[in-house]
């Protein structure tokens, strides 16, 4: 199975020229425009917090019914994305398609979570997010991935990244957050954005941290990160409880070290199977 790549905008053998064409300024413009995340770590933060809200409007896609945010601190202006659902039906919650889910959640809460939990990890996918109130109503607010594609978008657009075992590297270790978080909507690829430099991010985990201490999907767990395995055996019920408190519930946090001591078991077996050299990489 080939897993999804990603651009707010997809892969076709193209050199990274070639990929900043796709992905080119307008028209008259000598230079590519800055892409990719605009602003990283605890600047980020304290820019999502503070900025003012200049311009928001609906971005028009996903059932959680999210918006674009334009905000300015007087220095920079930069775009987010602000998400404010946070559902948990009592009973049974019955989908579109038939299918049935009890103790269903979905929750702008989780996509702050994820964000602390991939901090944690090392794993670099999940844009900046943080809590914000707005307008008197609480909710996610996510630094923009710009001039991205969907992975979705780029599989149409066929467009193929030149480092391929890069490329790889990072979606095993997109695959890995999906099952770690139980992500139900870890099969829309439209849910994974890739930059002009094909780096990856992970985005939309609003219907993550099921109470299910199974694996979504085991079979796509293939290969694994030494640096992310090490991170996830430090991981323990004290850190998680100091880090995600605010944002999981102590039934949450069981499944996630439940499915965490199933993901180091599972990659110990691969190991034993395959060898080494076939399944771990830095």
């Excluded at 090392?122 to 923009?144: A, H």
Aim: glycine share 4%.
């Amino acid at each position: 199975m080939t897993f999804p790549s990603i651009f707010r905008g997809s892969c076709v053998l193209l050199r990274p020229t070639a990929l900043l064409a796709v992905l080119a300024s307008p028209a008259g413009a000598q230079e590519p425009l800055p892409f990719g995340l605009l602003l990283q770590g605890e600047a980020a933060e304290k820019f999502l917090k503070t900025a003012r809200v200049v311009k928001k409007k609906a971005i028009g896609t996903g059932v959680t019914n999210p918006y674009q945010l334009t905000l300015d601190d007087g220095t920079r202006t930069l775009k987010a994305v602000w998400k404010t659902i946070d559902e948990q039906p009592s009973g049974v919650k019955q989908f579109r398609d038939g299918k049935v889910e009890a103790n269903f959640r979905d929750s702008y809460m989780f996509e702050i979570a994820v964000y602390e939990l991939d901090k944690l990890l090392g794993l670099e996918l999940v844009p900046p997010t943080v809590e914000r109130e707005i307008n008197n109503q609480k909710g996610s607010v996510q630094l923009w991935v710009e001039r991205s594609l969907t992975e979705w978008e780029r599989r149409k657009q066929n467009l193929k990244p030149t480092d391929v075992e890069r490329w790889n590297e990072q979606m095993f270790k997109v695959r890995l957050l999906h099952q770690l978080t139980y992500n139900t909507d870890y099969t829309n690829i439209r849910n994974t954005l890739v930059d002009p430099d094909f780096r990856i991010y992970a985005i939309d985990f609003s219907r993550a941290f099921r109470l299910h201490d199974a694996l979504l999907a085991e079979a796509d767990l293939t290969r694994f990160s030494r640096a992310a395995l090490a991170s996830l055996r430090r991981l323990d019920r004290a850190l998680l409880n100091e880090k995600l408190d605010r944002w999981l519930t102590r039934w949450e946090m069981e499944g996630l070290l439940k499915r965490r001591d199933r993901i180091l078991a599972l990659a110990e077996r691969r190991v034993a199977e395959h060898g080494e050299d076939l399944v771990l990489y830095p």
